[in-house]
């Protein structure tokens, strides 16, 4: 297995634009999670799927944030707008559950201009 | 409120050196327990973790941890560090969830 694929690896987007991150899980997972990455915050849980369907999205910051996952093995974070404070890294993880761990991918750099 | 902490941010020592990272969970609730490392530009990369059993759990790269019930900790330790074990280590807790829930990180510096 690839492991969970994400892209792009980097994205730099003038404010206000939108942005579209996208994952790819390990075949077989039925848990799919969204995480942020900043200096200052650390790795932020933003929203997390089990068999396609959202759980908990209570990480994620303003409407401004959506995340879709319209089959088990695809799954999109949306910006728009983006803003500056935007800028991190994304993670999307990947499970089959709590007691397996998590399978990480290699994250979207994201820098808003 | 559950929270994973680990008190220190940094913690610089010399190859070949023993190493001790710590961290502490607030739950007295049924909890899962791992160890992630991040190497630069990278994602987290499973080193171990603590579902049931003995106390004492084994990871990958001679690293090891032990969970404490009492005093709700779950340290990593390795007896013998090498440069290329310089790196960033998050301690995570599953609190009778699905989610895992991350400490703030502690960057290990092995110096030669």
């Known amino acids: 297995d690839a492991g969970v694929i994400q892209s792009p690896r980097h994205e730099v987007t003038e404010m206000g634009q939108e942005v579209t991150l996208r994952c790819k899980p390990i075949?077989?997972?039925?848990?799919l999670f969204w995480y942020r990455q900043t200096m200052m915050r650390g790795l932020e849980l933003l929203i997390y799927?089990?068999?396609?369907?959202?759980?908990?999205d209570s990480g994620m910051p303003e409407d401004r944030f959506s995340a879709k996952m319209p089959n088990a093995s695809f799954s999109t974070l949306k910006i728009q707008p983006s803003e500056p404070r935007d800028s991190a890294v994304y993670f999307c993880?990947?499970?089959?559950?709590?007691?397996?761990?998590?399978?990480f991918g290699s994250g979207t750099r994201l820098t808003v201009v | 409120a559950q929270s994973v902490t680990q008190l220190d941010s940094q913690v610089p020592v010399f190859e070949e050196a023993p190493v001790e990272l710590r961290c502490n969970y607030s739950?007295?609730?049924?909890?899962?327990l791992f160890w992630y490392v991040q190497y630069p530009n990278q994602g987290l990369q499973l080193l171990l973790k603590?579902?049931?059993?003995?106390?004492l759990v084994k990871g990958i790269n001679g690293f090891e941890a032990e969970f404490n019930k009492s005093q709700t900790s779950f340290h990593l330790r390795k007896p013998s560090v090498h440069i290329s074990d310089t790196a960033e280590y998050f301690c995570?807790?599953?609190?009778?969830?699905?989610?895992?829930?991350f400490g703030t990180g502690t960057r290990l510096q092995v110096f030669p």
């Open positions: 799927f089990n068999n396609n369907v959202p759980i908990d």
């Open positions: 993880a990947s499970s089959s559950g709590a007691g397996y761990g998590y399978t």
């Open positions: 075949s077989g997972h039925d848990y």
């Open positions: 603590y579902l049931s059993g003995s106390t």
């Open positions: 995570a807790v599953t609190f009778n969830t699905d989610k895992l829930i």
């Open positions: 739950s007295s609730v049924s909890v899962y």
